[in-house]
């Protein structure tokens, strides 16, 4: 008996000081010098109602997806058709997601059919017609790969916005799918709503292209763009007066290589104090980066990002370290924002803001001022009505109740969850949820004492024959939370990890804490009367 007692006892000292260690940097707000190194030194989390932030709702245009891979087709079938020998005088993409080839006569026709079916079986002819000896055939793509391009495109853009938010340094976002196409991003305490906004929307499609240097760029300009190359500009800043010009370049449009190859991009200073990013590629870049540069000695290399040229260094020599660099006129938290989504990677397709919401922290602490005060106005009017209705045994109760909101705010701070304006409504809710197996266990005991049994015996029956009933209502209880947890999002699962905390801990010392009391002031103290 003594050993149980014993290890009662150190069991609930254990959970309540670490309860009290885990709280105490939330309630000190900055840690005294005196706190111990191998302390837990992290607050508890506020959600976006509390703190303030930044409330996000994407559209993913999972479409575009689509139509950049009709875009990498068309440029494949270009190289590979010519090698083939199959003859086309046109090939293009129309109408976004379609291509259409003009082929050199039906015998020409037949030989394509059977390379496309080969080769490309997601393509389907949709439309074949005659124009002389010519044959225009157009091609779309099949409908369930289609479905499963977008569907990939939206889980690939919510798994990159994660890794850019991460990186970006916000505590505890919010980021979850909503629907087919939409994108839930709430980011609690963002101080820079532009700068946010800006790095999570950015495609960040990074591509290496030759410079075409044989062909008159004027003549481009004015209009006589040759086959297979495009203009793009370079942003170039006047260090001087702050003046923005773009340069123009003819650029080949055939891609030499993405930005899928990268392994990492990291902001270095050159000699100047000048911010580049300084790329390094995987093993399968690397081995390609030194091809390209091997078989394009002296030429130029553009380094392209959404569209816009960065740098177009001469390849002077083979480049085979697997490293390259983009320079560009940007200060070193452009350069830094750039190489979070070049390691983050690119999203596969546009995102478009559908809602925006800024909170401000004002109203978060307005929130929380009154949260607290429905707590603690909740607390002592639970605390007079179990004191004067179950008098000793209420006072009890009391305390264990306090501890209850102790045992959650540590286990917030543990699991480094946050906590939400309906994670407060939780809390609340727990303050009536914890003196509620308490009442079931006290009226069990009254009955018993009122048939003339002894205090022990009275309160060994009135844990015993309550506990399957309060079990029953707090599992219940806790599968909806569960729940709730799983399919909800934001301050829903705020609300269900607040409760799902409450529950747990309500049971503890419901059970275990107050049993422990009783159980020392009858053995004890050896009282002869419980005044309850």
Do not use: C
């Not at 709730?484 to 409760?499: E, S, Y």
Request: charged letters at 25%.
């Amino acid at each position: 008996m003594k050993a149980n007692f014993r290890w009662r006892l150190l069991l609930i000292l254990f959970i309540f000081i670490g309860s009290l260690i885990y709280f105490f940097p939330s309630l000190a707000g900055e840690i005294p010098p005196w706190w111990p190194n191998f302390f837990p030194k992290d607050k508890i989390h506020l959600g976006l109602d509390l703190q303030g932030g930044m409330h996000l709702v994407l559209e993913v245009e999972a479409q575009k997806a689509v139509e950049s891979t009709v875009e990498r087709i068309k440029n494949d079938l270009k190289d590979r058709l010519k090698k083939e020998r199959i003859f086309y005088t046109y090939l293009d993409r129309v109408r976004g997601d379609k291509i259409e080839i003009v082929l050199l006569n039906p015998e020409v026709k037949k030989k394509f059919d059977d390379y496309i079916a080969d080769r490309y079986p997601i393509l389907r002819a949709i439309d074949v017609r005659s124009e002389g000896d010519r044959v225009k055939v157009l091609l779309g793509m099949d409908p369930k790969q289609k479905e499963t391009i977008k569907k990939f495109a939206v889980e690939q853009a919510l798994e990159t916005i994660r890794n850019r938010v991460d990186q970006f340094g916000v505590a505890e976002p919010e980021i979850a799918r909503q629907g087919e196409d939409r994108i839930l991003v709430q980011l609690p305490g963002i101080k820079d709503p532009d700068r946010a906004k800006a790095l999570i929307g950015k495609t960040a499609l990074l591509e290496f292209k030759l410079v075409d240097d044989e062909y008159d760029l004027s003549r481009a300009l004015s209009g006589e763009v040759p086959f297979g190359d495009i203009i793009l500009y370079k942003r170039v800043v006047d260090p001087q007066t702050g003046a923005v010009r773009k340069s123009p370049f003819l650029i080949k449009e055939k891609t030499l290589m993405t930005g899928d190859a990268l392994k990492d991009a990291r902001v270095r200073l050159d000699r100047y104090n000048r911010p580049y990013i300084a790329l390094s590629f995987n093993s399968v870049g690397a081995k390609l980066f030194d091809q390209i540069t091997a078989a394009n000695v002296g030429k130029r290399l553009a380094i392209i990002l959404d569209g816009n040229v960065y740098s177009a260094p001469v390849i002077k020599q083979r480049i085979s370290g697997g490293e390259a660099v983009i320079e560009g006129s940007f200060t070193l938290q452009e350069a830094h924002d750039l190489a979070i989504v070049l390691r983050a990677g690119s999203l596969p397709a546009p995102v478009r803001i559908l809602e925006e919401r800024t909170v401000g922290p004002s109203l978060g602490q307005d929130s929380i001022n009154k949260g607290i005060k429905s707590i603690i106005i909740g607390g002592i009017l639970v605390i007079l009505f179990m004191i004067t209705y179950y008098k000793w045994a209420g006072a009890v109760a009391d305390m264990a109740l306090i501890m209850n909101l102790i045992l959650i705010l540590g286990a917030l701070a543990a699991l480094r969850a946050t906590l939400t304006l309906p994670g407060i409504a939780g809390m609340v809710l727990t303050v009536g949820m914890a003196v509620d197996a308490n009442v079931l266990i006290f009226e069990r005991i009254r009955e018993e004492l009122r048939l003339g049994k002894p205090p022990r015996a009275s309160l060994e029956a009135g844990y015993s024959k309550a506990f399957l009933t309060i079990m029953d209502a707090n599992i219940t209880t806790l599968i909806a939370a569960v729940v709730l947890f799983q399919f909800g999002t934001g301050p829903i699962k705020g609300f269900a990890v607040t409760l799902s905390i409450g529950i747990l801990a309500s049971l503890f010392t419901a059970i275990v804490v107050t049993r422990f009391v009783f159980d020392y002031f009858l053995s004890k103290v050896r009282i002869k009367r419980l005044s309850i």
